[in-house]
T-cell receptor, first 116, second 115 residues
């Protein structure tokens, strides 16, 4: 079974600085997807970024980027120019590609605090 | 807004009572999911559906049942609620086309407390 590990239960960053959240996963598959979701205090689950395993290029979305290391099974999230609105719980998630009913396996989350 | 409505948003009930949570979507997506979120566990899959009347178990399905009689509605039932089922429940939907995993979109969650 696939597992996702987020080793940092909590992180903090100063406003305008850069922070990196770690995620590792375990799978024997070669074709899969990885996601970062953000959950602010409102409890909404918001998709931040998505990476397809067969793509070597790291995904980016504005101030958010990932460092995808397939051989190391590592998928970290970098937030640049951190803003107060980035404060949230961040979840890393894995999904097997096609034919798997697209189920998500989540890590336990990293709580990010942004200090003014 | 992905067009997902969960009801109720909050519920308090007693041990041993039946509880049904509803997820309604307006997107006509094929896949629907129920997760529970507990501190220290992240989100864990309870059950999912890949079409009308097509459902399967997730990793924490004991004590839960589901039904999907229409594309737009996915019901989660706790036949006899227990305190260990106190949690926040999320519904999610996905178009899930071919080999390109469309991301799941989530409802706003239902906070369920069982006393």
């Amino acid at each position: 079974a696939q597992t996702v590990t987020q080793s940092q239960p909590e992180m903090s960053v100063q406003e305008a600085e850069t922070v990196t959240l770690s995620c590792t996963y375990d799978t024997s598959e070669s074709d899969y997807y990885l996601f970062w979701y953000k959950q602010p205090p409102s409890r909404q689950m918001i998709l931040v970024i998505r990476q397809e395993a067969y793509k070597q290029q790291n995904a980016t979305e504005n101030r958010f980027s990932v460092n995808f290391q397939k051989a190391a099974k590592s998928f970290s999230l970098k937030i640049s120019d951190s803003q107060l609105g980035d404060a949230a719980m961040y979840f890393c998630a894995y999904s097997l590609s096609g034919g798997s009913n697209y189920k998500l396996t989540f890590g336990k989350g990293t709580l990010l605090t942004v200090n003014p | 807004d992905a067009g997902i409505t969960q009801s109720p948003r909050h519920k308090v009930t007693e041990t041993g009572t039946p509880v049904t949570l509803r997820c309604h979507q307006t997107e006509n997506h094929r896949y629907m999911y129920w997760y529970r979120q507990d501190p220290g566990h992240g989100l864990r899959l309870i059950h999912y559906s890949y079409g009308v009347k097509d459902t399967d178990k997730g990793e924490v399905s004991d004590g839960y049942s589901v039904s999907r009689s229409k594309t737009e509605d996915f019901l989660l039932t706790l036949e006899s609620a227990t305190s260990s089922q106190t949690s926040v429940y999320f519904c999610a939907i996905s178009r899930g086309t071919g080999g390109s995993n469309q991301p799941q979109h989530f409802g706003d969650g239902t906070r369920l407390s069982i006393l």
